[in-house]
């Protein structure tokens, strides 16, 4: 259920999330020398539904929606924008990709003013402008290979900024867990469209992460599958939890935090140290996080 802002309670349930998504994304890449993005999506969602369904009366979770149109609407915006997002992977470099979603706080703050009325002052707006110029910072040159195909990341940036806004404008009073499931049952129909597809088309495995078909995997993915699911569910519920507790157009802005996060876990557990730019980067997000706190109490 919405509460009213809380910036600090949200900035440190959306730095947690960033944390534990760092973490669990950084080893995506050993599930995906054995499946396909489909396929884990799919893996996934089961996964995340049986710790649910076995949490839930233990923890008195509710489950239920209160309107299940609107949370069934939030969820497949929410879809489509990761769709968009990996979809972009098969035409893309990562770092631009990267770049389209991480536009979302711009769209944030665009839908919630000019769609939903709300008064956005300079200092969001300037948060806004140091944390994306703090993600281009990360991500490199080859974020400035624009061409017409990089309209499909922005496109999910926009969508996942509005499914964040619905998180307050369409999903008032629903639970934190409520969202959650809607989220990850989204993402397993799209996983099963995805499997669905490339078994009809017979992909070989070597057609890549992106498009490959379904395979069996070792003991080893299955253990990284399951860390997935538990580490998402439990950070996407922390990040809502997060939107519910203070305005989208400041939460968006600590979501920044999730790339920083995932370079300085790569550089604790791969050893992969974050460039000159890369630190830089990552000040200007945290300045940008910064400022937002402040200005929010």
């Not at 802002?5 to 947690?16: C, E, F, R, S, W």
């Not at 893996?43 to 489950?63: D, F, Q, S």
């Not at 619905?166 to 629903?174: G, K």
């Not at 939107?243 to 370079?263: D, G, H, K, M, N």
Request: charged content about 10%; overall charge positive; aromatic content about 10%.
């Amino acid at each position: 259920m919405v509460n009213d802002n809380h910036t600090l309670k949200a900035a440190l349930l959306i730095g947690l999330y960033a944390v534990i998504i760092g973490y669990t994304d950084n080893h995506v890449r050993v599930i995906a020398n054995e499946i396909g993005l489909w396929q884990f999506h799919l893996m996934r969602t089961a996964m995340a539904a049986v710790a649910l369904a076995l949490a839930a009366p233990i923890l008195g979770l509710r489950l239920r929606p209160v309107n299940a149109r609107a949370v069934a609407a939030r969820s497949a915006v929410h879809g489509v924008a990761m769709m968009c997002y990996f979809g972009a992977l098969g035409f893309l470099p990562v770092p631009q990709v990267s770049a389209g979603l991480f536009t979302a706080p711009i769209f944030v703050l665009l839908i919630s003013r000019f769609v939903y009325g709300a008064q956005i002052g300079p200092v969001r707006m300037i948060a806004v402008g140091l944390g994306f110029a703090g993600v281009l910072m990360i991500l490199g040159p080859q974020v400035m290979n624009i061409g017409p195909a990089a309209a499909v990341p922005v496109l999910g940036g926009a969508l996942y900024a509005l499914g964040n806004i619905a998180l307050r404008e369409w999903c008032p009073q629903e639970s934190a867990t409520t969202m959650t499931a809607g989220f990850f049952a989204a993402m397993g129909v799209f996983g099963l469209i995805g499997m669905g597809l490339t078994a009809a088309f017979n992909m070989p495995f070597e057609a890549g992460y992106l498009l490959r078909g379904p395979a069996w995997p070792s003991g080893t993915a299955l253990w990284w599958i399951a860390v997935q699911a538990v580490g998402s569910l439990v950070a996407v519920g922390l990040m809502v939890r997060g939107y519910q507790l203070t305005e989208p157009s400041r939460a968006s802005i600590f979501e920044y935090v999730a790339l920083p996060a995932a370079a300085l876990w790569g550089w604790v557990l791969f050893g992969e140290a974050p460039l000159a730019r890369e630190w830089l980067g990552m000040g200007l997000i945290w300045l940008a996080g910064l400022l937002i706190v402040l200005r929010g109490r």
